[in-house]
């Protein structure tokens, strides 16, 4: 009995000592340079999305998670618990660059057909295909960790209420929108 409490004591330690490097979120210093930041608890070290993020307006706006007519709109939704101050750059079709951290949102409304979404971690490239049609709204998680114990990150799209609830939760890093396909800082 002793060496299983033991056992769990250690478990329990270990897991609270990985977890000091979690994410914990800051505000943006002004509407002129505002990006999402977050902050390593561990290190000390601040990363933040390297384009300016939409005003609050345009948030509000996204996470009414309404379909926009005649277009595809998709949400890219970066929310695990595990997830570390990690950034990770998401491109869209092959050309268009998004930078995400955890915690973040990405509204991309696009012309209905295919369209490939793709990041690069640990030199693998994982993409994820979208298939929809106008005035669908679809949604896209963004899973992992980059925890040593944790596989990676992959794409899901099991769970679009889930992933809504999550994405009320995140910040919106950028609002994509088609034909042109640039972010729009708001």
């Known amino acids: ?56 307006d345009v948030e509000v706006q996204a996470k009414r998670f309404e379909s926009t007519p005649g277009l595809l709109t998709v949400y890219v939704v970066r929310w695990s618990w595990v997830d570390s101050v990690r950034p990770l750059l998401l491109t869209l079709d092959g050309s268009t660059r998004i930078g995400t951290l955890p915690r973040s949102l990405i509204r991309m409304r696009l012309v209905p057909g295919d369209h490939t979404v793709a990041f690069e971690w640990d030199g693998k490239t994982q993409r994820h295909v979208i298939h929809g049609s106008a005035g669908e709204v679809r949604f896209l998680e963004l899973t992992g960790s980059s925890f040593p114990t944790e596989p990676g990150y992959e794409w899901s799209d099991v769970d679009p209420a889930g992933a809504r609830m999550r994405a009320r939760k995140s910040r919106l890093v950028a609002d994509i929108e088609h034909p042109a396909l640039t972010t729009r800082g708001g």
């Open 1 to 56: 009995m002793t060496s299983r409490r033991n056992v769990l004591l250690g478990m329990s330690a270990w897991v609270s000592a990985g977890l000091t490097g979690c994410a914990v979120g800051s505000q943006p210093s002004s509407d002129q340079s505002r990006t999402y930041c977050l902050k390593n608890t561990r290190t000390l070290r601040t990363i933040c999305t390297p384009e300016r993020i939409p005003s609050a």
